[in-house]
Structure formats: structure tokens, C-alpha cells
């Protein structure tokens, strides 16, 4: 089992960057893939970038696909998501979570409480 615990989220600007770690817990942090999920008010749960075990395989919602970089330390075990050129439509909470499997296969099991990120216009 795994914990995780969000932090960096805040109020920013359109335009502006922010950068939000997850640290975990525990010592098997490599063998779970990592994932960044958001949820926005009066909105589902989405997905938002992925990253695998290893670091080497990353996965993006196209929405944020040139703007938002996940990266991984394993032995640090975090994550982080460097968010640059951030819009109003990215205004939401932001989730990491654990997955056991590879991204797509399997589902992600562990969830840490959120981060809000608020982006003005």
C-alpha cells in the first residue's frame, strides 16, 4: 500500500506556471505507476498525465499535451507536474494517484487528497 500527499497547488495567473509534487510513502513507490488526475467543479474526474514504473514512458490528456510535464524520482519518491502557459479551464483540484499496473491497464487504487489549483484570468 501506498500514501500519497499533494502539495504546490495555489492561485496563478493565466499564463503563469505552477509545479505540484506528490510525495509517498512506503519503499515500492518504483513499482507503481504514477498519475495526475484533476476535477473541476460540477465536472467528472479526469485524467491528466501519466508516467510509467521507470520513468521512461509518459502519457498526456491532449488537453494539456505541450504545457503540462510529468517527471518522476524515484528516490525521492515523488512525482511532480510542471504546469506552464496554465489556462482559466484548468481551475480544479488536482489528484495524484497509484496505479500497480501500467498506465491503461489496471486501475489506479490509491489517491492522495488534492491540491487546488486556481488559475484567474
Known amino acids: 500500500q501506498v500514501q500519497l500527499v499533494e502539495s504546490g497547488g495555489g492561485l496563478v495567473q493565466a499564463g503563469g506556471s505552477l509545479r505540484l509534487s506528490c510525495a509517498a510513502s512506503g519503499r515500492t513507490f518504483s513499482s507503481y505507476t504514477m498519475g495526475w488526475f484533476r476535477q473541476a467543479p460540477g465536472k467528472e474526474r479526469e485524467f491528466v498525465a501519466a508516467i510509467s514504473k521507470s520513468g521512461g514512458s509518459t502519457y498526456y490528456a491532449n488537453s494539456v499535451k505541450g504545457r503540462f510535464t510529468i517527471s518522476r524520482d524515484n528516490a525521492e519518491n515523488t512525482v511532480y507536474l510542471r504546469m506552464n502557459s496554465l489556462k482559466p479551464d484548468d481551475t480544479a483540484v488536482y489528484y495524484c494517484?497509484?496505479?500497480?499496473?501500467?498506465?491503461?491497464?489496471?486501475?489506479?487504487?490509491?489517491w492522495g487528497q488534492g491540491t487546488q489549483v486556481t488559475v484567474s484570468s
Open positions: 494517484a497509484a496505479n500497480r499496473y501500467t498506465h491503461g491497464v489496471g486501475s489506479y487504487d490509491y
